[in-house]
Nanobody
Framework: QVQLVESGGGLVQAGGSLRLSCAAS????????MGWFRQAPGKERVVVAA????????YYADSVKGRFTISRDNAKNTVYLQMNSLKPEDTAVYYC???????????????????WGQGTQVTVSS
C-alpha cells in the first residue's frame, strides 16, 4: 500500500521548465516501479516516462525524449520529472503512478500500475 501526492505543476511560458515531484508514503518505496502519465483535454491518458525499482532503467515517450528526465530518490521516497523546453502540447494533468515489482524493468502502460496520485496541472502558454 502506498499513497502518492504530486506537486510542482503550474503555468509556464513555452520554452520554460518545471520540476514535478511525487511524494510517496510507506516504507517500501524502493520496491516500486514508478511512472509519470499525462492526460490532455479530450485525450487518453498516456505514458510520459517510467523508471525501474533500482533506477537502472528508464523509458520516455517519443514526444518528450530529450526534454524530460525522470529520476528517483529512494531515501526521500520521491520521484521527479524534470521538464525542459516545454511546449503548449505538453499542457495536461500529470499523474504519478506506482506498482510493487520484484524485477528491475520499467512499466509503460497504465494498466500495469496499482497506485495513482491525484494529479497536478501543467499549463504551457504560447
Amino acid at each position: 500500500q502506498v499513497q502518492l501526492v504530486e506537486s510542482g505543476g503550474g503555468l509556464v511560458q513555452a520554452g520554460g521548465s518545471l520540476r514535478l515531484s511525487c511524494a510517496a508514503s510507506g516504507r517500501t518505496f524502493s520496491s516500486y516501479a514508478m511512472g509519470w502519465f499525462r492526460q490532455a483535454p479530450g485525450k487518453e491518458r498516456v505514458v510520459v516516462a517510467a523508471i525501474s525499482r533500482s533506477a537502472g532503467n528508464t523509458y520516455y515517450a517519443d514526444s518528450v525524449k530529450g526534454r524530460f528526465t525522470i529520476s528517483r530518490d529512494n531515501a526521500k521516497n520521491t520521484v521527479y520529472l524534470q521538464m525542459n523546453s516545454l511546449k503548449p502540447e505538453d499542457t495536461a494533468v500529470y499523474y504519478c503512478a506506482a506498482d510493487r515489482v520484484l524485477g528491475t524493468g520499467v512499466l509503460t502502460k497504465s494498466a500495469q500500475y496499482d497506485y495513482w496520485g491525484q494529479g497536478t496541472q501543467v499549463t504551457v502558454s504560447s
